[in-house]
């Protein structure tokens, strides 16, 4: 059975049909649950039912912040059933990003967790469904109709101005990227497909609606199997998974991996980041190479790689229904194997940018190329050139813009963030590429005038306050005046080199206080590779990065039992601070014990 996007309806209502057609099939599972098709259209049209008595109206915005789950399926159908716009936000961000996001988009209604609802202090209305879980079983169903031009969804990305600006996907647009999926990969109901990326990552409206179009299996992953390729491939396996995104860090490190020749994987896609290398001619699957923006809904460039390849892998051709220009700056065309700015027409380009007209019309142009008066391009500040055989090689960045573990990062957000604290005079960041050949945030700081410099630790502490975690710089380096050009301008090029100039934490060597930090200690060097590491030495100012920090916090929990995040590491990123988190975890975990459990626990 093939999805019904042939009738270019709504993913919505799409799904509403496949629920007649197929009521049993298993339209979601993790670990031993799973929910059918029937049941996900039954649960979302109860919960449209529940968001239009309390009020949501057609064109609505409604903000959805739950950690991955049927839940966050369920309600993101269901905001869309009742005609409204869903707007999706990572918990994990940080309290002071997920408010910006709900207010400025201005939602009607939040439905988080009560604990998160209580804390954010919003204008929206306030939704957890547990706590609700009665009222909404009581609504009546509804289900209304959504036009194709009106909003499927408003996602965030990180923004130059210093505040991220939220993109407007139309119905149309996400139908767009349906069909082409399906059709590219043969996608039918028989297929079983990975649910890993970000919630607050557009990769993830990839993974989940093209698959449910198709009647296809969502497996949704657990954030263990998310930060470990070599967990990632077990559950890959394990789960039967045939298409699966991966985010281009663990991409690189399964195509390296050795895979039974029963895997029942058909296609491995990747994006977000650069890939540096294709993969091997034994692998029993095919490795995709996928490019585009959050404003072109996702995906607009495409290439299954060839093994063996030489050289970068290349970024393909442009989708179904999408034109990719590489122009000079005149707007003009380039010739093939000449560099140009990559500009993208087509069904995916979406509305524009909320609240931010200057933004959309500086961004989201005309197009004089397609025909149509009414044809609009998106200037993405990309480079590529085109290949004697038709395929875009990525050559970088126009503007100050990267991306750092699949999502989209200004340099300038993260430098305003950094002046906002009180003892920096100035502040700029720039990009490293690690051992790995992964982007890496370096930050040059200026302190104020007779002001001492803050620790790199109080820096990262205070951008945690708004930014989220592979926003924050892994290298800290102090500016004893700004690198200017004989034009007054700043010198990026002048830049030190952050080996010479990283600040270190301020502290004497000091005595290891516990079993458990002599343990930490043992992981961090060994992870580090480095035997001279302290316990009061930060992870990240010693030669840790987000991939290093990625095996430690697995690491940890396999080492204590202790359910970790790498915010968390973030957070305490010495061996003393680390301690006491897994500290205060086991006892929590202690109290919630019988005592047989708890006695167990102490004996091993």
Known sequence: ??????????????????????????????????????ELNDRADQFAGYLAQRGVASGDTVALCLERSFDWIVTALGIMRAGATYLPLDPAWPDARLRFAVNDSRATVLVARAALLDRLSVKAAGIDPRRDADA????????RTSALESLAYVIYTSGSTGVPKGVEITH????????????????????????????????SVWEIWPHLAAGATLCLADDAVRLSPELLQQWLIRERVTVAFVPTVHATSLMAMSWPATTFLRFLLTGGDVLHRGPAADLPFRVVN??????????STSVVLKPRLLGAPPIGRPITDTSIYLLDEEGQPVADGDAGEIYIGGAGVGRGYRNLPDSTDRCFLPDPFAGTPSAR??????????????????????????????QRVEL??????LMSHPGVDFAVVVTQTSPEEENELVAHVLPKKNAALPTAHKLRQHLLQTLPDYMIPATFVRLDELPLSSSGKLDLTALAPPAKTSLQEIGKTQALASPIEGKLLALMREILKNNSVR???????????????????????????????????????????LALLVETTLIENIRSMTDEEAEKQLTG
């Not at 300038?412 to 963030?417: I, K, L, Q």
């Not at 095996?551 to 601070?577: H, K």
């Open 136 to 143: 909404i079983a009581a609504a009546p169903s509804v289900a």
């Open 412 to 417: 300038d957000e993260v430098g305003n963030a």
């Open 377 to 406: 391009m998106y200037r993405t500040g990309d480079f590529g050139v085109r290949r004697r055989e038709g395929e875009i090689e990525f050559c970088g960045r126009r503007d100050r813009q990267t991306k750092i573990r699949g």
């Open 172 to 203: 149309a647009n996400l139908c767009h990227l349906i069909r082409w999926h399906c059709e590219a990969f043969d996608v039918t109901a028989q297929d079983r497909a990975s649910h890993l990326a970000g919630l607050g990552f557009d990769a």
């Open 1 to 38: 059975m093939k999805s019904m996007i042939g009738q270019v309806l709504p993913v919505s209502e799409q799904i509403s049909q496949l629920s007649d057609i197929c009521p049993d099939s298993i339209a979601l599972s993790s670990c031993d649950r799973q929910l059918s098709y029937a």
């Open 290 to 299: 996928n490019y585009g923006p959050t404003e072109c809904t996702v995906v």
């Open 535 to 577: 316990a009061e030495d930060n992870f990240f100012l010693v030669g840790g990065h987000s991939l290093l920090a990625m095996q430690l916090v697995m690491r940890v929990r396999d080492a204590f039992g202790v359910d970790m995040t790498l915010r968390q590491l973030f957070e305490a990123p010495t061996v003393e601070s």
